[in-house]
């Protein structure tokens, strides 16, 4: 076989390839294809073995900031990135170079690099990656730039870069293709830069006070811990289900039995429901517990903690989500869920009354609702309904019904409801706490309530875990445990619309087209 029969079944193989990933080929990807295989012809290598940089950046921006029109210098820097934007001007060329934190301008010439290597650089397109080198000047205009003695070809970019003007819009590609995100919407990127300081500031703040970290079971006999639908896997070897963890509660609670006064966790959690602006099935929650304390005593621990996490990440206290501007500054308002109904929608309600009278006014406000639903459902959905949009500023509604309320102590003025409290910012819940019950006899009483639930989800969530009522039996100090959505926190603090925009790879369904 000669090297032309060689080339051609090169190529074949190579259309074979893409034909592979997706039946038609576009116009534009046929050229670039072709461009390449033109390079591999020549000997060019497409993907290099790895290039050393000397500084990123944002480094030798900072450096010369204060550099003037005309100003040059000796300085010798090795730099990386894409390849984002091309201006060509005959025997010379600037194009943009992005790494992961900033860009620069590059400036090639055909005196400085010769005629064939500066020709293939012209062959380079938008999304390559290469790694140059050069020293430092300002170009007449006022841009900081590399002059270019040298460059090598890192990684070929084979598909068609998003047009730089437009940018991704397609909100179910961005999410789909997280990756082409990030390279066209830099202020994505931001984001998930303020959510990782989110993180970091968390177990910054619960380290500094004696809170330990832990990692307890994601896979779990018996959900439990929340009201949930759960995902149900199988263990082949043991030949039992388990079930991937809808809150890692329960065990964490056995950590305080132990003799463990502090603990947090910080992790995923696993809810087989329904896709929201709020609601993604695979989540991030924190989850801490400290003994000797109650509800009351985590109300100000939490908006320290908030507080904390927002200047750590913001730089500030006050922030705008979805029109409203919040701030963390001003007292924070404790309500109960009964006075808050009462406040916010000018309506009476308390477990005094008729069922019949609350399902009145449940009907009135449109509210659907089933006859198994009790007193304290029924107000919990009134004010769900009525209430929460409201709550803008940082408001701890506290005094649950115990109905809704299965793992939270008794309320001692009042047994219909619990010393449990939520926290609310720009109308969303961000917190949930409450004072633990930790005489097992009533939590027992709890679990087989909710075992002969009509409701599907307290059935599934309330099967008795004997170990933790066993553990309970040892004796469990007086304590307080508090979960906060971390994904709808991040949504919160920067201004999304979506915790899908603040998780790197939300769930997708399935994309049954090739793109």
């Known amino acids: 076989m000669n090297s032309k029969d060689k080339n051609n079944q090169t190529n074949e193989e190579n259309y074979d390839y893409y034909v592979e990933i997706e039946e038609h080929l576009s116009e534009p990807l046929k050229v670039k294809l ?8 020549q000997g060019i290598r497409l993907y290099a073995d790895n290039f050393y940089k000397t500084a990123q950046i944002f480094e ?8 003037q029109p005309g100003d040059k210098t000796e300085d010798f820097y090795k730099l990386a990135g894409r390849v984002m934007l091309f201006r060509v001007h005959g025997k010379a060329t600037f194009c943009d170079l992005k790494d992961s934190d900033d860009k620069i301008q590059l400036y090639l010439n055909i005196k400085t690099l010769g005629e064939e290597k500066y020709n293939n650089f ?27 003695l040298d460059y090598i070809l890192l990684s070929k970019s084979i598909r068609i870069m998003p047009e730089k003007w437009h940018g991704l819009k397609d909100v179910e ?3 789909r293709q997280r990756y082409l995100d990030f390279i066209v919407n830099p202020e994505v990127k931001k984001v998930f830069l303020i959510r990782f300081k989110i993180i970091e500031a968390i177990r910054q703040f619960l380290n500094k006070r004696g809170f330990l970290e832990v990692e307890t079971p994601m896979l779990q006999p018996i959900p439990g811990g ?10 082949n070897a043991l030949d039992i289900d388990l079930y991937l963890r809808i809150a890692p509660e ?11 006064e502090k603990v947090f966790e910080l992790n995923r959690n696993f809810r087989n429901e329904g896709i929201s602006y709020k609601h993604n099935p695979e989540f991030t929650m924190v989850e801490f517990y400290q003994a000797f304390v109650d509800y009351k005593d985590f109300m100000n621990l939490t908006e320290e903690l908030i507080k904390f996490v927002a200047l750590e990440a913001l730089g500030k206290l006050e922030f705008t989500y979805k029109g409203n501007l919040i701030s963390l500054e001003k007292e924070w308002e404790k309500i109960t869920m009964l006075d808050s109904i009462k406040k916010y929608g000018n309506i009476y309600v308390d477990f005094d009354m008729e069922i019949d009278q609350i399902r009145k006014i449940a009907k009135d406000l449109q509210i659907e609702f089933d006859s198994s639903f009790s007193k304290g459902k029924l107000i919990n959905e ?13 408001t701890f509604i506290k005094d649950y019904p115990i109905e809704i309320s299965p793992l939270a102590k ?69 304590t307080a445990g508090e979960g906060i959505g971390i994904d709808r926190l991040v949504m919160i603090l920067t201004n999304s619309k979506s915790v899908r925009d603040v998780i790197l790879f939300p769930l997708m369904k399935p994309d049954t087209e090739k793109e």
């Open 250 to 260: 329960l065990y964490l609670k056995r950590l305080i039995v132990g003799g463990f």
């Open 382 to 394: 009134i004010f769900e309904k009525i209430v929460e949009p409201k709550l803008i500023q940082p």
């Open 410 to 478: 008794k309320h001692p003025l009042n047994p219909n409801l619990t010393e449990r409290f939520e926290l609310f910012i720009g109308g969303e819940e961000v917190a949930n706490a409450f004072s633990e019950l930790i005489d097992p006899k009533d939590q027992m009483i709890r679990f087989k309530k909710q075992v002969e639930s009509k409701d599907e989800e307290e059935r599934l969530t309330g099967k008795i875990d004997l170990d933790f009522i066993k553990a309970l039996e040892y004796g469990m100090p007086p």
């Open 60 to 67: 030798v921006k900072e450096k010369y900031k204060n550099l």
């Open 173 to 175: 590609l961005r999410y």
């Open 226 to 235: 929340a009201a949930a639908r759960p995902f149900i896997t199988h263990h």
């Open 122 to 148: 012209l062959e380079l397109d938008i999304g390559d990656w290469i790694g140059v080198e050069g020293n430092i000047f300002v170009t007449h205009k006022g841009e900081l730039s590399l002059n270019v």
């Open 34 to 41: 072709d461009k390449i295989k033109k390079m591999q012809s």
